[in-house]
């Protein structure tokens, strides 16, 4: 048996790699094929694969281990899994503002394991990546173990053919002939045209032929597919891909991240349905009908980025943004996805009150967001020590930031002057009354209560900031060549469906008609097609009596 297997050349002179099992000149069965007498396995034309190598050795194990159908079906369905499982909860990205306590308190314990298992991020995470790479891997080296095999073969079919390799085919056919075996060889390649058939003819064997474009349908739907997965993965490529908020308020311009660009929220408008509108379970309520941020999109050409320098901003297109109608420039949209119209303070005008002497000093401009560093009040110097645009106090008693909107502003001044020490006095100012006596202001400063104060006279002297636009910036660069392998991969389903390949070799030898046929799907159509070609040349045939038996390949 081993000397049968290390001989590879066949009897008609053709030379066939190692483990090939039908020769690929003649169709000869070689190997243990030759000592069977089922219908011939023709799922590769017999060619030697790769993955099919006697002693592998470790890049021959990997390329096998990839190469398998069912290792490629696997990796599928545990990447659907994990797919299904980042479904479960919303994805961090689908958050303005994420905040990691979010799954523990909406979904109690389930959502803590959810978060710390990292499914909160499930499309982002290596795992999941490192799944598609394989999957990906796979395809690759599944179709070049089976595609170049089979294009060699295909392209090195000659005319005439074993007699075993006719005789145990699936569909066969012998006669005896009266006439000449040139003129019937001619006769049954006229009707084969007639088919639709291209045929090959050699004085008395023929090869038929239709649709063998369509063996290359499955590969067509591999790189559909691979082209599918490469987009995908390059999302990762910084600058393809960006789905992130952003919160502008009137009158205001912002940096869009990643990006030279700048949005401005022009205008925000927002109506609202009347009580007329609304069933009676709403009436009473305010339901926005419709909301629109009038926008401007400009790019900065210097300065970008600079904390010292304005930057300078072309502007390069003006929209108005609706639900589902984005402003799109290059690539880039940025979606109507919020709002928020809760009064903020933006600036105020306070005075130093000086409680001994009751004297004022001021007012002076504090801007919420962007205040100054220091600020001449009389005869008193206040330097802003730290702000926060949301206090609080954490659990270990000390002040911090709640988020990063201005809802609950304070300042840190470190007051100096007569009477005072040198190095100052410190001293929190809680812009909003509510929240100074909900943390207690005065007894936050302690003696410094009894001696300063820092309030706001007059209403005329509080400016509110605009309503908050929040925007949904989107670049995805991918997309297209995500439609791109979905439309490959979807041609090369639709040839692999739709058509078959069918061939039809025969041989007449002394008189004797010796037929075989294959196709890869549908053999009914292709028994009566035979016996259709063989009935018009003049030869009875009934298209059960062509079936040789074997399992369908």
């Not at 002179?13 to 094929?33: A, I, M, R, V, Y």
């Not at 096998?64 to 919303?90: D, E, Q, R």
């Not at 369509?214 to 591999?222: A, F, K, L, V």
């Not at 006279?457 to 400016?463: F, I």
Request: aromatic share 12%; net charge negative.
């Amino acid at each position: 048996m081993a000397a049968l297997f290390e001989n590879t050349k066949c009897e008609c002179g053709h030379q066939n790699p190692p483990d090939t099992t039908l020769c690929e000149s003649c169709g000869k069965p070689l190997g243990e094929e030759a000592l069977s007498d089922r219908p011939l396995e023709m799922r590769y034309e017999g060619a030697a694969r790769r993955s099919q190598k006697k002693n592998p050795n470790l890049i021959d194990r990997v390329w096998n281990f990839f190469s398998s159908v069912k290792v490629a079906v696997v990796l599928i369905v545990i990447t659907l899994i994990g797919a299904i499982l980042g479904t479960i909860y919303p994805q961090e990205n689908t958050f303005i503002n994420f905040d990691p306590s979010y799954y523990e308190e909406n979904y109690g314990l389930a959502g803590k394991i959810y978060y710390a298992l990292g499914l909160s991020h499930t499309y982002e995470s290596w795992w999941f990546i490192t799944l598609l790479v394989m999957i990906g891997a796979s395809l690759v080296i599944c179709s070049l173990d089976r595609m170049l095999p089979l294009y060699r073969a295909l392209n090195k079919q000659q005319i005439r053919k074993h007699i075993q390799f006719l005789t145990r085919q699936r569909v066969t056919f012998a006669a005896d002939l009266e006439g000449g075996d040139e003129e019937w060889t001619a006769r049954l390649a006229e009707q084969l045209r007639k088919k639709r058939y291209r045929v090959a003819a050699e004085k008395t064997a023929l090869l038929a032929e239709k649709n063998r474009f369509s063996r290359w349908g499955p590969y067509i739907n591999h790189i559909g597919l691979i082209v599918f997965l490469l987009a995908v993965l390059a999302r990762a490529i910084p600058g393809w891909q960006m789905d992130q908020y952003v919160g502008v308020r009137e009158g205001e311009a912002v940096p869009i991240p990643e990006t030279n660009y700048y949005v401005k929220n022009v205008d925000f408008e927002v109506e609202y349905y009347s009580d007329d509108e609304l069933p009676d379970r709403l009436k009473g309520t305010l339901r926005p009908k419709r909301f629109m941020t009038k926008a401007e999109l400009y790019v900065c050409e210097a300065n970008c980025g600079s904390t010292a320098l304005e930057p300078v901003l072309r502007k390069v297109k003006e929209h108005d943004i609706l639900v589902n109608d984005p402003l799109e420039y290059r690539g880039l949209k940025l979606y109507q996805f919020d709002y928020d119209t809760t009064p903020r303070l933006k600036t105020i005008r306070p005075v130093l009150v000086d409680l001994k002497s009751g004297e004022t000093y001021g007012p002076f401009e504090l801007s919420i967001l962007e205040p100054a560093s220091e600020f001449e009040l009389g005869p008193y110097r206040l330097k802003l020590i730290t702000r926060f645009l949301d206090f609080t106090v954490n659990a270990d008693g000390e002040p911090a930031n709640l988020s990063s909107q201005p809802n609950a502003p304070a300042f840190l001044f470190l007051i100096q002057g007569p009477d005072l020490p040198e190095e100052g006095e410190a001293f929190f100012y809680f812009p909003i009354p509510t929240d100074r006596e909900r943390f207690g202001q005065d007894l936050i400063n302690g003696g410094m209560a009894e001696r300063f104060d820092i309030r706001v006279t007059d209403m005329a002297n509080v400016e509110f900031a605009g309503d908050v636009s929040y925007l949904n910036v989107r670049v995805d660069r991918a997309l297209p060549f995500i439609f791109v392998g979905a439309f490959i991969s979807l041609i090369g389903l639709v040839m692999g469906f739709y058509w078959q390949h069918r061939r039809v070799w025969l041989r007449i030898d002394d008189g004797r008609l010796t037929l075989g046929a294959h196709t890869n799907k549908n053999w009914f159509g292709l028994r009566s097609e035979v016996a259709a070609v063989l009935r018009a040349a003049g030869l009875e045939a009934d298209p059960k009596s062509l079936d040789n038996g074997g399992k369908r390949q």
